[in-house]
């Protein structure tokens, strides 16, 4: 077989793996923007910090390794990372909250695994529940959003960002902006009919139909993802899958607003990191399933389990959690849902045996 | 109806044996590296770990309580284990030879597994109930299954992973039971 040889110009690949970590990125904006908006500046603080000790983390581990930092660096992969991790994170948490953030989620569980495409669980995320457990207090600190703060209260300047983030505010300045987000509203309403919680809390009151300020902030999550979706930066498998099923347990369980009813479809749809997760988490290619009905399985048990924990667990937001969940089983629903290979007319399981007598 | 439901919750999720009591972590090392292993260890221990949990409530209540001699709890505790671990030996030679040949020595090792062990003393000291203790050992030992299967197939992926040298094998596996461990944690509360 003689080969052509093709002179210039050759067509270049529309995706590559910079391309689709950039198109991540500016899909993070709105929210972004939108976070911004409600909480103040310190969503801005988060990213930079998350940025600069994600990159010089992964730089560190490369030169360690002996691996050519410039290119792995370039694959903006640590940044989405970094980006993802510090939109999570509460607006005006202390630096050193980043930095162990930073250090588990692109330390141990990207580079401890082999970098880009061998992590198991999705580094952001790791980040992010290890901090949960063993910092809960700062990491429970949310602002509450600015729509709702009453005129005493202010969220913090840029001077007084810093100084909260550097460990040199007083306590005072804490409860001059912090609030319940409403799933943590929702959480510790015992008895309260529905109808009395949402009079009786700001954040609801103000709200059009989730949570005050929550509800707009995972709107532009969603706009993002949706124009990944049409990028075709990921398949809408998970995604939709994980939305339905979240949406399917909360109605079963929501009863029109009784003292003992689950929280409304709404409410789980449009606060805390549905949107974030559902579509710039949970579709990470590398730690989530490979085919598109493993995908469908994958997305749809993130969605109970977020729900299960909601509902009855300790804590009032379970994104992080169930992906990590659902990172850990991917590689068996993997085994199982192998695609129809071409040529084929059944799909084979990964644990069959291949009968070499018969292949031709 | 609800409690057995929050039993088998409680054992399978919530306090699974693997990853939040950390007992019965050499199987879950030693035999998670092929997935078809795995199944065959999870089916061993589910057999073992409900029978025994049968086998030890029977002893304890209608021998050692009867004869005032609740002292010699573990000691026979050990000796019921190994019998049943016997037993599924036996069976599982005669049956599945290859599965019996691939297990090797820790099909005889499910006797010192600690959660075996553990999920007799625990049933003994939270006086459960005959019905009680058979579902705690059958949740235990689906919990340690779930986890088990899940952490090879995911053990068989780790092996093509370009993990540092110094961490490769049961080092990373190690590291991997411990992010899992605390993914577990969300489900605290629960019950």
């Known amino acids: 077989m003689a080969l052509i040889k093709q002179s210039s110009p050759h067509t270049r690949g529309q995706t590559d793996t910079t391309k689709i970590m950039q198109t991540v990125i500016l899909a993070t904006i709105p929210g972004i923007l939108t976070l911004t908006y409600f909480f103040g500046i310190g969503t801005f603080i988060n990213l930079i910090l998350a940025s600069a000790f994600c990159l010089i983390i992964e730089a560190s581990v490369l030169k360690v390794r002996r691996r050519p930092v410039g290119f792995f660096l370039k694959d903006y992969s640590a940044l989405v990372t970094a980006v993802l991790l510090g939109v999570a994170l509460p607006p005006y948490c202390p630096w050193w909250i980043i930095f162990i953030g930073s250090l588990f989620a692109i330390g141990i569980a990207k580079q401890l695994y082999g970098g880009l495409g061998y992590n198991p669980f999705n580094p952001a995320m790791v980040g992010y529940v290890v901090l949960l457990i063993s910092f809960p207090v700062e990491m429970t600190r949310w602002p509450a959003p600015t729509s709702i703060l009453t005129d005493s209260q202010s969220l913090p300047g840029l001077t007084d960002a810093l100084s909260l983030v550097f460990g040199f505010a007083s306590p005072v300045l804490l409860d001059g902006y912090t609030g319940a987000t409403p799933l943590d509203a929702f959480k510790q309403n015992t008895g309260l009919m529905a109808d009395n919680l949402y009079a009786s809390q700001a954040i609801f009151r103000e709200a059009h139909f989730a949570g005050a300020g929550w509800e707009w902030v995972n709107v532009a999550f969603l706009l993002g993802g949706l124009f990944l979706l049409y990028r075709k930066v990921f398949t809408w498998h998970a995604p939709i899958a994980m939305l339905a099923s979240l949406g399917f347990c909360a109605l079963i369980f929501y009863d029109g607003g009784s003292n003992t009813s689950g929280a409304s479809p709404l409410l789980h749809w449009f606060s805390g990191a549905t949107m974030l997760g559902a579509f710039f988490i949970i579709t990470d290619p590398v730690s989530s399933a490979v085919s598109n009905k493993g995908r469908l399985i994958y997305g749809g048990c993130i969605g109970i389990i977020i729900y299960v924990i909601r509902q009855w667990g300790n804590y009032p937001d379970a994104v992080a959690f169930a992906v990590l969940l659902m990172n850990f089983a991917a590689p068996f629903i993997d085994y199982y849902t192998l695609p129809r290979t071409y040529g084929h007319t059944q799909s084979r399981r990964a644990t069959d045996k291949i009968d070499t007598s018969q292949r031709r | ?191």
């Not at chain 2, 409530?57 to 005032?68: E, G, I, Q």
């Open chain 2, 1 to 191: 109806m609800s409690e057995f439901a929050a039993i088998l919750l409680s054992t399978v999720l919530v306090n699974n044996y693997v990853l939040v009591q950390f007992l019965g972590l050499c199987p879950f090392m030693g035999v998670s590296n092929k997935l078809e292993t795995a199944i065959g260890m999870a089916g061993a221990t589910t057999f073992v770990l409900t029978l025994a949990a049968i086998c030890s409530y029977l002893v304890h209540n209608y021998v050692l309580v009867p004869l005032n001699i609740e002292y010699l709890r573990t000691i026979s505790f050990i000796l019921v284990i190994a019998v049943v671990v016997q037993f599924a030996k036996m069976f599982i030679e005669k049956t599945s030879p290859l599965l019996y040949r691939v297990l090797g020595v820790f099909l005889p090792l499910i006797t010192t597994n600690c959660a075996v062990l553990g999920v007799a003393l625990q049933n003994t000291n939270k006086a459960n109930s005959f019905i009680e203790s058979t579902l705690f050992g059958f949740g235990a030992a689906a919990g340690f299954s779930l986890v088990l299967i899940l952490f090879s197939a995911m053990r068989e992926r780790l092996s093509a992973a370009d993990v540092p040298q110094p961490f490769e094998g049961a080092a990373i596996g190690m590291i991997t039971a411990g992010l899992m461990s605390l993914a577990f944690m969300g489900f605290a509360g629960l019950v």
